[in-house]
């Protein structure tokens, strides 16, 4: 299954650091990321795979808001299908 | 994938600001496998097979809610018309069954359970009758359980029996559940062509028609159309019309891939979508928002049916596109109660229940979620209700009626409900009678366009 993460935020030093610090705990696989300031925040997607995942979704899901609580940041996962389903005929 | 930043931002937007959710994951059950000549046989089976088949409905539906990242806010079974399978059963029966499936309901962790349903439109078996008696009580007794009767069909006419019957039993649920501001009538709706895998309450059932089991989903977004409006502001009609169209597109999309997830982890079929706006009392969650926001300085004033009219259909054309089995009521509702921007409306004199009416002609059900005085006469009621179906009946689509006449409240007061079912102020009526009319009872005759084999 492949999921996009979104990190939304002011910028700060150690954001990539701590997403992909969770990520390699997991064993999940960075295939894609981007980063833009959009209206002054700081906005990183991420398109990974969690084809090996150690974990529950859900359990990945609760570490990354975790980590994005502690920087400050917001951090979702959401499964990739919703993007493709409502943007694509 | 390539990541397309503006895509994902724009759902992201739509679920966190704009309150895009999955309204509702609906489990339609046939409980016709549990008729027994011993109605509390016939209660226990339903309990059973209710519990046994929806036992992971809820767990399924916020786990997928979860991987999504959007919400989905409410899991509900549908069951076959209970008139049809109490067998034997009378007034008491009946009751026993509905105890049964608020118990499955409270069981399984569900917000509602619908299906405590009668279809008289062309006339009654001794059962209906039975049956139709024994709702106040039975709304009264009960937490989840809602109900909903259909009076009339293009193809059949319109029971005005069953209508002059419905007043009085309106009336007797409102007092039933005075403690509660007459609560039990925001779960009952009388419906005329009524749909038979609609996922929304109170008017869900699980038609005849309909396989073993299946899962029907409700999306709703109001919040995110009118943001979508927000970027076309002072352009042509057109431009609204494709607008809407694009959004309710994408909505659908969402619900639609929620749904066939449910069924694959359900092991249970996906039947359909019901793309319906369905407000809630929040603010920016309103479809009175969203006909303001096309340039009506209040809901209710002229050009409202219009833009009304338009919305219903644009989002209905979207919906079509996105999703092969739409189904359902899918469009706009416009429960009172339920919608921030119609109760001010209300409040502010700009929108009265006559303008609802002919709303009601072009939006996708009828006058819902409507306080009205709790001293009204029973027959006014049910000529209210007349009315509701003569438009559905005429113009061949559904209509219903969901009003509440609420108890010892007079013009002026407010009827708190409080969560999703809101806050109604108590509208005017006509207060001429309409009596002699509805006591002559009866059958209005199918009109001449359901003629079409």
């Known amino acids: ?89 | 994938m390539p990541l397309i930043n503006k895509d994902i931002l724009e759902t992201i937007k739509m679920i966190e600001r704009d309150n895009l959710d999955i309204r509702t994951t609906t489990m339609g059950i046939s409980l016709l496998d549990c008729v027994s000549h011993d109605p509390k046989v016939t209660a226990q089976r339903i309990y059973d097979k209710i519990t046994k088949k929806a036992h992971n409905l809820v767990k399924t539906a916020e786990e997928i809610g979860k991987e999504f990242g959007i919400p989905v806010i409410n899991k509900r079974v549908a069951v076959t018309p209970i008139s049809l399978i109490g067998g034997k059963a009378d007034k008491d029966d009946y009751i026993e069954i509905a105890a049964a499936l608020d118990r499955a309901a409270l069981e399984l962790g569900i917000d509602f359970i619908g299906g405590y349903s009668a279809l008289v439109h062309k006339g009654f078996t001794n059962n209906d009758i039975a049956f139709i008696d024994s709702i106040p009580q039975a709304l009264a007794e009960t937490e989840k359980v809602c109900s909903s009767v259909n009076v009339g069909s293009t193809k059949a006419g319109i029971n005005m029996d069953a209508i002059k019957m419905l007043g009085y039993i309106i009336k007797e649920t409102a007092y039933l559940t005075r403690e509660s501001e007459s609560l039990g009538c925001a779960k009952f709706v009388a419906f005329a062509n009524a749909v038979e895998d609609n996922p929304f309450m109170a008017g869900a059932f699980h038609g005849v028609g309909e396989p073993e089991a299946v899962i029907n989903v409700g999306v709703s977004g109001p919040g995110v159309v009118k943001s979508a409006l927000e970027k076309v502001k002072g352009r042509s009609i057109d431009e609204v019309a494709e607008t809407i169209k694009k959004t309710a597109f994408k909505i659908t999309r969402a619900g639609m891939l929620v749904g066939n997830e449910m069924s694959k982890r359900t092991n249970i079929p996906f039947g359909i979508m019901d793309l319906s706006l369905a407000p809630t009392p929040k603010v920016g969650d309103s479809v009175a928002e969203i006909l303001e926001i096309m340039g009506l300085e209040k809901c209710g004033t002229h050009g409202t049916t219009a833009a009304l009219a338009l919305l219903n259909d644009a989002v209905k054309k979207g919906g079509i596109m996105a999703c092969s089995h739409v189904g359902g009521l899918s469009g706009a509702f416009i429960p009172v109660s339920e919608d921030a921007g119609m109760i001010d409306a209300v409040i502010c004199g700009a929108l009265t229940f006559d303008k609802l009416e002919a709303m009601t002609s072009v939006c996708s059900v009828g006058l819902d979620m409507i306080a009205v005085c709790g001293d009204v006469p029973e027959s006014t009621i049910s000529a209210i209700i007349a009315d509701e179906a003569a438009i559905g009946v005429i113009n061949n689509k559904t209509t219903a009626v969901r009003i509440i006449p609420a108890y010892g409240k007079k013009i002026g007061d407010v009827v708190n409900f409080g969560g999703l079912l809101g806050k109604a102020p108590v509208m005017a009526i006509s207060e001429y009678s309409s009596e002699e009319f509805i006591m002559r009872g009866g059958r209005i005759p199918a009109p001449v366009h359901s003629f079409k084999n």
């Open chain 1, 1 to 89: 299954m492949k999921a996009v993460i979104t990190v939304i935020g002011k910028d700060r030093t150690g954001i990539i650091y701590n997403v992909s610090k969770i990520l390699y705990h997991h064993n999940v696989n960075i295939e894609d990321l981007n980063q833009t300031i959009m209206q002054d925040n700081f906005t990183m997607l991420m398109l990974v795979n969690c084809a090996k995942m150690d974990c529950t979704f859900e359990e990945l899901k609760a570490a990354l808001r975790a980590a994005g609580e502690s920087i400050g940041m917001s951090i979702r996962i959401q499964r990739e299908d919703i993007f493709d389903a409502m943007h694509k005929i």
